[in-house]
């Protein structure tokens, strides 16, 4: 039976963008593309792990996230044809309403919440370190957009870039709101305990 998905088109290490060019898997157009994919699946992992939950905002909070799922599919097409060449794919475009609602959400979870004065040394709980995880690929996209824009001169990437920009600042935040109010903060003295611990002096 024919494969729905298998094309062996890339066996070589190369496949087709939506403007219909081949190119190197390893092409900053590939990688931007295989960066959104990859954030998409990280972001689909932390909605169904809330669905999972027993949060009484679970379903508000899934909600969001869905919609931030659906961004990432203009984000993908605007990668994979960044000179336009196929507008009948390209569906909408990142932009300013995009960026008013994800910097609403993200105030709305910043209301009450006060962060301690020192990094964060990880996260409190699964459902904190799984939007930690996703707010981490949201900023490896980033570089990555960054670098088609700079390969690309015809892409026109400000949207996206203030978009993504803006998402991670959001995942950090959920992180910090799924966990409140138990924030670890970084504690050097704890460090400092451990080598003393071993060594029986300070380094």
């Known amino acids: 039976m ?3 998905i298998t094309t062996k088109t890339g066996d070589e290490g190369e496949a087709v963008a939506l403007n219909g060019n081949r190119y190197s898997k390893a092409h900053p157009l590939m990688e931007c593309v295989g960066a ?4 998409r699946a990280h972001t689909a992992l932390l909605r169904q792990q809330l669905l999972d939950s027993e949060r009484p905002d679970r379903d508000e909070l ?17 990668c994979s044809d960044p000179e336009r060449t196929r507008p009948e794919f390209r569906h909408d475009e990142i932009g ?7 910097e609403k959400e993200q105030a709305q979870l910043e209301k009450g919440i006060r962060l301690p004065h020192a990094f964060i040394v990880c996260a409190g709980n699964s ?3 799984q939007a930690d995880v996703t707010a981490g690929v949201a900023r490896r996209f980033e570089r990555a957009l960054v ?9 026109e990437a400000d949207g996206m870039l203030a978009y993504t920009n803006r998402l991670s600042d959001y995942l950090y935040m959920l992180a910090r709101y799924l966990e409140h109010p138990d924030h670890m903060a970084v504690d050097y003295d704890v460090l400092l305990q451990q080598w003393t611990g071993r060594h029986g002096a300070e380094p």
Request: glycine share 4%; aromatic share 14%; with cysteine.
């Open 2 to 4: 024919k494969s729905q």
């Open 36 to 39: 959104v994919d990859e954030l």
């Open 62 to 78: 899934a909600a969001f996230l869905f919609w931030v799922l659906h961004t990432y599919f203009l984000m993908g097409a605007a």
């Open 96 to 102: 300013a309403d995009h960026l008013h609602h994800l």
């Open 127 to 129: 459902l904190a370190a």
């Open 147 to 155: 670098r088609l824009r700079d390969a690309c001169s015809g892409f």
